[in-house]
Structures are given as structure tokens and as C-alpha cells.
């Protein structure tokens, strides 16, 4: 599937599948992300699908937003969870030290 203005992507969600339409990338002055959307390891880009979620309403955005950091780092999403995971046990241990 070649980059393009309008690049079309399947993604899994709920068993169910979407369709998104690319033409945002160059509406919105968005780079173009350096792979086609099918050669990214697909469960880290639905990993940021979500993760980008928080953070945008519209979903095709980000998509590419998480195209975007895969293109940096290949696994970034993991990274951020295991990160994330990590910080969470750290607030539970200070937590039980300060009402101790």
C-alpha cells in the first residue's frame, strides 16, 4: 500500500473493522509518516491508536500521531506502559511510607 494523500487503513477494534482516509495528513499539515500503516508491528499501533486517543477526538489523527512516534522509536508504546507501569508502583510504595 503506498503512501499517499489518501492512504487507507484497516485496523482490528472490538472484532469489528474501520476504515480511515488519509486526506487529513496534508489538510492539516501533518508529515507524511515514513512506512505504510501495514508494515508498522500492528499491536504497537493500536497500542498508540489508543494511547493518542487520550489526548485527540479524532481518531484518524491519531493514528497518525502514533505512526508518527513508531517511526522514532519501534517500540514506543511498550516503552511508555512499562514507564507508566513502573511510576504507578512508585507512587504506591511512597504512598504506604507517608501514612505509615
Do not use: C, T, W
Given at each position: 500500500?503506498?503512501?499517499?494523500?489518501?492512504?487507507?487503513?484497516?485496523?482490528?477494534?472490538?472484532?469489528?473493522?474501520?476504515d480511515f482516509?488519509?486526506?487529513?495528513?496534508?489538510?492539516?499539515g501533518f508529515?507524511?509518516?515514513?512506512?505504510?500503516?501495514?508494515?508498522y508491528d500492528?499491536?504497537?499501533?493500536?497500542?498508540?491508536?489508543?494511547?493518542?486517543?487520550?489526548?485527540?477526538?479524532?481518531?484518524?489523527?491519531?493514528?497518525?500521531?502514533?505512526?508518527?512516534?513508531?517511526?522514532?522509536?519501534?517500540?514506543?508504546?511498550?516503552?511508555?506502559?512499562?514507564?507508566?507501569?513502573?511510576?504507578?508502583?512508585?507512587?504506591?510504595?511512597?504512598?504506604?511510607?507517608?501514612?505509615?
Amino acid at each position: 500500500m503506498p503512501l499517499g494523500v489518501s492512504v487507507m487503513f484497516l485496523y482490528r477494534k472490538d472484532k469489528g473493522m474501520k476504515d480511515f482516509n488519509f486526506d487529513k495528513i496534508e489538510k492539516f499539515g501533518f508529515r507524511k509518516p515514513k512506512k505504510d500503516y501495514g508494515d508498522y508491528d500492528q499491536e504497537q499501533l493500536l497500542m498508540g491508536i489508543e494511547v493518542e486517543k487520550e489526548h485527540v477526538d479524532d481518531e484518524e489523527v491519531a493514528v497518525i500521531i502514533a505512526a508518527h512516534h513508531l517511526d522514532e522509536i519501534r517500540d514506543y508504546y511498550s516503552r511508555l506502559k512499562r514507564m507508566e507501569d513502573e511510576a504507578k508502583s512508585v507512587d504506591k510504595i511512597a504512598e504506604s511510607l507517608e501514612s505509615a
